[in-house]
């Protein structure tokens, strides 16, 4: 069996259509031709181009509530990580954790009503053949971008810094927060000398610009930047090389990348599985794909909603906390 690497780098030659998914520890790739997706395991809806036709069929009303990790916990795997950042083994480390939820609607509902721009679920038959054996369904609504490749042009849109937008003054607080600007500047710098890899020039094009992201209890602005590069000529033939080149997402692991995974694997003490990875489509000549995060999953101990953010020495334990929870959401009202 080919890998994922050597299966994309031959549906690039190819230019033939495909999507591919990609789990945040490398171990469970899945990949299709984009007209073999197997439809009754594998939702997807990616900007638009979808499997998906089925109209919701769930009433107006739906319950969704959260018990978040205690503080407690969550502190602990903080000061872990506090103290890697003061001893300068990292500069910048995404900590992420399990909130349990409970909710009258189903993964597939969910997908349905949900406004993103990359959704994904995965059935129950699917990852048991094919999954992380802890992760028994899954669906993702994620607003965060991976890279997108357009004639020849790849832009990557690291996605740093949240607030709840009723805040007085929220995006200018947001804009202004020292602490947030760190953050993004980091992760900017550490995705430009990702792309540096794979590029023959780079650039940054946009510079922290602000979105909104409704949510099924508030509207949350999200902090993003924009960076390019020129890929070399008949990239499409290099396509799996070129992309394992650049993974894990810089947004969802931090600087510098290989010892900040090691310390987000010691903080966190459980594999993330399709948890940040990635979902990607290659339509024969371009390819768009996202960040799996804004991620729910079934395991044998209930439903859980994955969510984090990004660790500097400036962050304060409880801020993190609250951003961890604020970041728990269904995007629909």
């Known amino acids: 069996m080919k890998s994922l690497e050597e299966q994309?780098?031959?549906?690039?030659?190819?230019?033939?259509?495909?999507?591919?998914?990609?789990?945040?520890?490398?171990?469970?790739?899945?990949?299709?031709?984009?007209?073999?997706?197997?439809?009754?395991?594998v939702w997807y809806d990616l900007n638009g181009r979808t499997n998906v036709s089925a109209e919701p069929t769930v009433s107006t009303g739906f319950s969704f509530t959260k018990e978040p990790l205690p503080f407690a916990a969550f502190e602990e795997k903080f000061r872990y990580v506090h103290q890697e950042l003061k001893n300068g083994n990292s500069f910048l480390t995404n900590l992420t954790a399990r909130?349990?939820?409970?909710?009258?609607?189903?993964?597939?509902?969910?997908?349905?009503?949900?406004?993103?721009?990359?959704?994904?679920?995965?059935?129950?038959?699917?990852?048991?053949?094919?999954?992380p054996p802890f992760q028994k369904e899954v669906l993702c609504f994620s607003p965060e971008i991976f890279v997108r490749i357009q004639d020849g042009l790849i832009s990557s849109h690291p996605m740093k810094g949240t607030l709840d937008a009723s805040l007085p003054n929220a995006r200018e607080?947001?804009?202004?927060?020292?602490?947030?600007?760190?953050?993004?500047?980091?992760?900017?710098?550490?995705?430009?000398?990702?792309?540096?890899?794979?590029?023959?020039?780079?650039?940054?094009?946009?510079?922290?610009?602000?979105?909104?992201?409704?949510?099924?209890?508030?509207?949350?602005?999200?902090?993003?930047?924009?960076?390019k590069g020129r890929l070399p000529e008949d990239w499409q033939s290099q396509l799996g090389t070129l992309l394992l080149k650049v993974l894990p997402a810089g947004s969802i692991t931090g600087a510098p990348k290989p010892k900040t995974v090691e310390i987000i694997q010691q903080a966190e003490?459980?594999?993330?599985?399709?948890?940040?990875?990635?979902?990607?489509?290659?339509?024969?000549?371009?390819?768009?794909?996202?960040?799996?995060?804004?991620?729910?999953?079934?395991?044998?101990?209930?439903?859980?909603?994955?969510?984090?953010?990004?660790?500097?020495?400036?962050s304060e334990a409880e801020k993190e906390y609250q951003e961890l929870i604020d970041k728990v959401y269904l995007p629909f009202s």
């Open 173 to 227: 607080q947001l804009l202004a927060d020292a602490k947030e600007r760190f953050e993004h500047a980091t992760i900017v710098d550490l995705i430009r000398n990702d792309l540096a890899q794979i590029t023959t020039e780079r650039w940054v094009e946009r510079f922290r610009y602000v979105e909104e992201v409704p949510t099924h209890e508030k509207t949350l602005l999200q902090v993003s930047s924009e960076i």
């Open 8 to 41: 994309l780098n031959t549906y690039g030659r190819e230019r033939r259509p495909c999507l591919f998914i990609l789990d945040f520890e490398n171990q469970y790739p899945l990949i299709w031709p984009l007209d073999d997706v197997p439809e009754a395991d």
């Open 269 to 314: 003490q459980e594999p993330r599985g399709y948890y940040t990875g990635i979902v990607g489509m290659f339509d024969g000549e371009n390819l768009d794909s996202g960040v799996l995060i804004r991620f729910l999953e079934q395991t044998n101990d209930g439903t859980f909603f994955r969510s984090g953010g990004g660790i500097t020495f400036l």
């Open 99 to 131: 909130t349990r939820v409970h909710t009258s609607l189903g993964f597939q509902d969910i997908f349905q009503r949900s406004k993103a721009r990359y959704k994904l679920w995965l059935s129950k038959s699917l990852l048991e053949k094919a999954g």
